[in-house]
């Protein structure tokens, strides 16, 4: 989630007035003539349709790159870690004599410090979860040394899956700033998924845990169920809290020091994590863990007016039908994005290979000229069209699914207790009873707001250097923060470094990112060590969206398949 103060403000007024339009002209009948018409599919003719299409997808599950070689590593590993974790002596997981669910039966992987039995969970025992999900710990970890630290990260590790890697471990951030990472956990990349809409969690056949450990954290401080007041300043600050976390998570987990590191997460993370990583690697001996390289998805990695407002028309216009605006708000739309230079600024600095930086900005703000803000003039009348319009993902219309973290959309809409505030929930995963968890902070998790500049101004030229492999990823059907921007910011900025070329040098073809035993799913291009995606139909949270696209690029980042 991309935390929009300004959204919530508005949301009351405006959700109110867009329902009682829908209730008094919707005119939908169950006897209409249209209906009675229409050509009859029957139940069993739509069954057969879709076992058809489940076959092609399982068969593509199976049929993963069968002759790539890293497989072949995978399995190496797996048997030398196999041997390995045996002669660990098991003190801290209790024998559990309970028939697992196969599929979700991870990696015997055991830590021999005492304390770590503390933070086993149970995998039979999460409330509502009908299948064991296997041995995983979970709880809160102080950020410092310091005996009278007050300030705690909550964390979920989880061991892989059986056929995941041993050598590997995901470092996983949702964004906000304040959006709690059990947010990706329980919708996104974990184990297993409660989806908004659906009754119960499943398992979740592209759950991260197949290719390594992961590691999903709630941070900063003031985010989820971690503990203490919010002292930072910027996203040095941010760093050294995690540096500082996960240096005492090692201590206890000991058996996960020098393990390969990947840093990965959504949207603000687009900030979070290349400070995070630019910290580990200016401080090359603070942590026992060898940083091998980041992902993030729909970043936040420059200002507003270039990631929202100057992609704002074109994206429109992109998708049309989907946003149903009539002619005079279309071109209502176009004259402001001509006045506020935002189309001349797309057709200027959007080239391959770009002209040379700096670009300067459309206007005078970083976020939006006064009467350039059609970002929001798009949102509001989105919303007079479609008052379940999703920010995260335009596809969605009425009605609002409900959802068990309560934020299914645009706006928070609460129709059940909240899972993670569930007293239950809370004590199977040794998270604090008296902390209530919300999906995104209600109050500022920075002291007063983050003074960072920009991740893509600042760090993450010089991450993307250091990095084996840099992967951002970008759902095409994301409004919040909009791909185009995002090759914006690309040409702009990345690369500067050491007189090195600037942005990419050759155009991003079409139908180049091709998913096993799909076919195209968007576009792909890597240069000098970034490797940018364009997922089609992925909202905001790409693995949410497109769980099996998202898969594929985290395989590519742990070095499991020479292709993206
Ligand atoms: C896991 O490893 C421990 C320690 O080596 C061993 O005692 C135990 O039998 C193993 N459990 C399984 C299910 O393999
Ligand atoms: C594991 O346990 C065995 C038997 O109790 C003991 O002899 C051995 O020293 C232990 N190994 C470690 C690494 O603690
Ligand atoms: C895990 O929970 C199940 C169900 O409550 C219980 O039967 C089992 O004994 C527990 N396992 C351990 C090791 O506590
Ligand atoms: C993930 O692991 C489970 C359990 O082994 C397996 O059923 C599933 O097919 C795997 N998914 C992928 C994408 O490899
Ligand atoms: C670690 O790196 C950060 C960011 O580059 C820097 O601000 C900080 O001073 C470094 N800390 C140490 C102990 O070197
Ligand atoms: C077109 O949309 C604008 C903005 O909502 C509205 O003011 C205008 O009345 C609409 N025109 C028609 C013909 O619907
Ligand atoms: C558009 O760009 C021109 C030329 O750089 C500048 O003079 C003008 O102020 C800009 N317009 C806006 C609305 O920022
Ligand atoms: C929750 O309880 C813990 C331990 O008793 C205490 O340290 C903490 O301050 C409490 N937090 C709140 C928000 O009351
Ligand atoms: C990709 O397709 C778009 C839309 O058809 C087109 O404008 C663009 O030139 C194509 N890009 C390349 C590199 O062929």
Redesign the pocket.
């Known amino acids: 989630m991309f935390k929009f103060t300004r959204l919530l403000l508005l949301s009351t007024t405006l959700l109110s007035s867009s329902f009682d339009h829908l209730s008094s002209s919707s005119g939908l009948s169950v006897s209409s003539p249209l209906l009675a018409s229409a050509v009859q599919i029957s139940a069993a003719q739509i069954h057969a349709r879709q076992a058809e299409a489940a076959k092609r997808w399982a068969k593509k599950s199976r049929s993963v790159n069968p002759q790539e070689a890293f497989i072949e590593k995978i399995r190496a590993n797996q048997r030398r870690d196999g041997e390995d974790v045996d002669t660990t002596n098991s003190t801290s997981t209790p024998a559990s004599s309970t028939t697992v669910t196969p599929s979700l039966k991870p990696k015997n992987i055991t830590f021999a410090d005492p304390k770590a039995s503390q933070f086993w969970v149970n995998g039979t025992t999460i409330p509502d979860v009908d299948f064991d999900v296997g041995d995983s710990w979970s709880g809160l970890i102080p950020i410092s040394s310091d005996p009278k630290e007050t300030r705690k990260l909550f964390f979920w590790f989880f061991p892989p899956g059986p056929e995941g890697s041993l050598d590997d471990l995901i470092f996983w951030t949702n964004g906000g700033p304040g959006c709690s990472s059990l947010e990706g956990f329980l919708q996104e990349n974990g184990p297993f998924s409660w989806a908004p809409g659906t009754a119960k969690p499943t398992p979740n056949q592209y759950s991260w845990t197949n290719l390594s450990s992961v590691l999903w954290v709630e941070q900063p401080v003031g985010t989820g169920f971690s503990q203490g007041t919010p002292n930072i300043n910027n996203e040095d600050d941010l760093a050294k809290q995690v540096v500082g976390f996960l240096q005492q998570f090692l201590e206890v987990f000991a058996e996960l020091k020098g393990k390969k590191f990947y840093i990965s997460g959504e949207s603000y993370a687009g900030m979070y994590v290349p400070y995070i990583a630019n910290y580990i690697y200016s401080n090359a001996t603070t942590l026992d863990l060898s940083l091998q390289g980041t992902w993030t998805a729909d970043p936040s990695l420059s200002w507003d007016v270039i990631q929202q407002q100057v992609p704002a028309v074109p994206f429109v216009n992109k998708y049309r039908n989907v946003f149903a605006f009539n002619q005079t708000f279309m071109s209502l739309l176009e004259k402001t994005a001509d006045a506020c230079n935002y189309t001349s600024y797309t057709s200027k600095y959007l080239q391959y290979p770009p002209p040379p930086a700096p670009f300067p900005l459309p206007g005078r703000s970083t976020s939006s000229d006064r009467g350039c803000d059609v970002w929001d003039l798009i949102f509001e009348e989105a919303l007079v069209k479609n008052p379940a319009f999703n920010i995260y993902r335009i596809f969605d219309t009425f009605p609002v699914l409900w959802d068990v973290l309560g934020f299914p959309g645009s706006f928070p809409d609460v129709q059940s207790p909240i899972y993670f505030d569930r007293q239950e929930v809370k004590k199977a995963i040794h998270a604090p009873l008296n902390t209530t968890w919300e999906e995104c902070a209600d109050g500022n998790v920075f002291v007063r707001r983050d003074q960072s500049t920009p991740s893509a101004l600042s760090v993450l030229p010089n991450v993307i250097e250091k990095n084996q492999r840099t992967v951002i990823v970008h759902g095409l059907a994301d409004f919040i923060l909009i791909a185009e921007g995002t090759r914006l910011v690309i040409q702009k900025r990345l690369f500067k470094i050491g007189g090195g070329a600037q942005g990419f040098q050759t155009?991003?073809?079409?139908d180049t990112f091709i998913v096993d035993g799909i076919g195209s799913m968007g576009t792909e291009h890597t240069e000098r060590g970034l490797t940018y995606y364009e997922i089609e139909l992925s909202g905001h949270m790409v693995p949410q969206f497109s769980p099996v696209a998202a898969f594929q690029t985290m395989e590519y980042l742990l070095g499991f398949r020479s292709k993206p």
């Open positions: 155009a991003i073809g079409n």
